[in-house]
């Protein structure tokens, strides 16, 4: 299974990107997807997560500016982030707890990260 990422560049203050990460290879389903980031010197934090189900979850340093959903028929998450700080630069990575098979354990993996910069 591997999680790709793309959307992310280069953008100034203020304006508007969204991130897409797609699951291929052997998926029999997707628990949880979540975006998570991690900027120069900074531990890794949660952004976003969503359920299978759709529910939502947000870290209070992004809530109101930025979007989680998902496709399912796709095995695809987004995140539609906008109002961009430049607190918000960091390499954003995409995490999904996949089962590859009815009998199979859910399994947590990471896609590769995409660089994400905001300029003031």
């Known amino acids: 299974v591997q999680l790709v990422e793309s959307g992310g560049g280069l953008v100034q203050a203020g304006g508007s990107l969204r991130l897409s990460c797609a699951a291929s290879?052997?998926?029999?389903?997707?628990?949880?997807m979540a975006w998570y980031r991690q900027a120069p010197g900074k531990q890794r934090e949660m952004v976003a997560d969503i359920t299978s189900g759709g529910s939502t979850n947000y870290a209070d340093s992004v809530k109101g500016r930025f979007t989680i959903s998902r496709d399912n028929a796709k095995n695809t998450v987004y995140l539609q982030m906008n109002s961009l700080k430049p607190e918000d630069t960091a390499v954003y990575y995409c995490n999904a707890g996949v089962r590859r098979s009815m009998l199979s354990p859910i399994v947590e993996y990471w896609g590769q990260g995409t660089q994400v910069t905001v300029s003031s």
């Open positions: 290879g052997r998926v029999f389903s997707i628990n949880a």
